[in-house]
T-cell receptor, first 109, second 111 residues
Framework: DGGITQSPKYLFRKEGQNVTLSCEQN?????MYWYRQDPGQGLRLIYY???????QKGDIAEGYSVSREKKESFPLTVTSAQKNPTAFYLC????????FGQGTRLTVV | DAKTTQPNSMESNEEEPVHLPCNHS???????IHWYRQLPSQGPEYVIH???SNVNNRMASLAIAEDRKSSTLILHRATLRDAAVYYC????????????FGPGTRLSVLP
């Protein structure tokens, strides 16, 4: 079945470490998005990409980086510069409607 | 980006219709109106979207005002499974558009 897959579901990071969250889609969508969600809050846009090898910053890009080397893949790296990375991270792809992954819950330990 | 305004929360009784409003007074002519909903600890799921005409699908109906400055998501018979946060979002269909979520409306369904 076509869909969007995020991994891992849970991730623990030590202070000062970079971690990479995976997002893969087999829907042949050009547009992909990364969001962050804090408890009880809405989704905030981190980065988005409309095409391979191109991406734009969203509202809260500081401390994050992305790449888009393949159409199917849009990994997000949470760098040590992100001071408060504990959150629920959601990836989506879009053509006429958006499809979301099930999310990665990142916790700093 | 055009903004949307939704009530923070709404309540409904089970098996009754629910009308979720969304105001978007600065909508442009090429903005599509999208609705998504999010259950706890899950990613949002698509509900419905439209441009100018009212739309129906198996999940809901979307009623769009004639001037397009507001819209209403209609759940015809609310079930307990419909309790979620509902997001109304505008997105231009052109290249390079982002997809920005507001705080949404938290719908509670009472048995």
């Amino acid at each position: 079945d076509g869909g969007i897959t995020q991994s891992p579901k849970y991730l623990f990071r030590k202070e000062g470490q970079n971690v990479t969250l995976s997002c893969e889609q087999n829907l042949n969508h050009d547009a992909m998005y990364w969001y962050r969600q804090d408890p009880g809050q809405g989704l905030r846009l981190i980065y988005y990409s409309q095409i391979v090898n191109d991406f734009q910053k969203g509202d809260i890009a500081e401390g994050y980086s992305v790449s888009r080397e393949k159409k199917e893949s849009f990994p997000l790296t949470v760098t040590s510069a992100q001071k408060n990375p504990t959150a629920f991270y959601l990836c989506a792809s879009f053509r006429t409607e958006a499809f979301f992954g099930q999310g990665t819950r990142l916790t700093v330990v | 980006d055009a903004k949307t305004t939704q009530p923070n929360s709404m309540e409904s009784n089970e098996e009754e219709p629910v009308h979720l409003p969304c105001n978007h007074s600065t909508i442009s002519g090429t903005d599509y109106i999208h609705w998504y909903r999010q259950l706890p600890s899950q990613g949002p799921e698509y509900v419905i979207h439209g441009l100018t005409s009212n739309v129906n699908n198996r999940m809901a109906s979307l009623a769009i005002a004639e001037d397009r400055k507001s819209s209403t998501l209609i759940l015809h018979r609310a079930t307990l499974r419909d309790a979620a946060v509902y997001y109304c979002i505008l997105r231009d269909d052109g290249y390079g558009q982002n997809f920005v979520f507001g705080p949404g409306t938290r719908l509670s369904v009472l048995p």
